[in-house]
Nanobody, 118 residues
Framework: QVQLVESGGGLVQAGGSLRLSCAASGRTFSNYAMGWFRQAPGKEREFVAGNDWSGGSTYYAGSVKGRFTISRDNAKNTVFLQMNSLKPEDTAVYYC???????????WGQGTQVTVSS
């Protein structure tokens, strides 16, 4: 079992930045691929970014590519999502997820709210 706890969400103006963190506990963090997802009100949960166990391979949704960066610190059991040039359409609850490989996630955090004002 892996427990995931997100933090770093908040209210920011359009064009601003936020850095989300997701702290993992329970099993060897470096065994897991990690991902970030988001869900806006009335919409389906969507993939935002992911990386492999080492962080050497990264993947992004087209809507965030060039603005968001996923990274991880395996020594601190933490994955990050740096979000720059935020837009109102980035407003959502952001979730981190862990799984055996990219695209297959078994564990989810409780989410952190990101609100971008225009």
């Amino acid at each position: 079992q892996v427990q995931l706890v997100e933090s770093g969400g908040g209210l920011v103006q359009a064009g601003g930045s936020l850095r989300l963190s997701c702290a993992a506990s329970g099993r060897t963090f470096s065994n897991y691929a990690m991902g970030w997802f988001r869900q806006a009100p009335g919409k389906e949960r969507e993939f935002v970014a992911g990386n492999d166990w080492s962080g050497g391979s990264t993947y992004y949704a087209g809507s965030v590519k060039g603005r968001f960066t996923i990274s991880r610190d395996n020594a601190k059991n933490t994955v990050f999502l740096q979000m720059n040039s935020l837009k109102p359409e980035d407003t959502a609850v952001y979730y981190c997820a862990a799984g055996g490989r990219f695209g297959l996630y078994d564990y989810w955090g409780q989410g952190t709210q990101v609100t971008v004002s225009s």
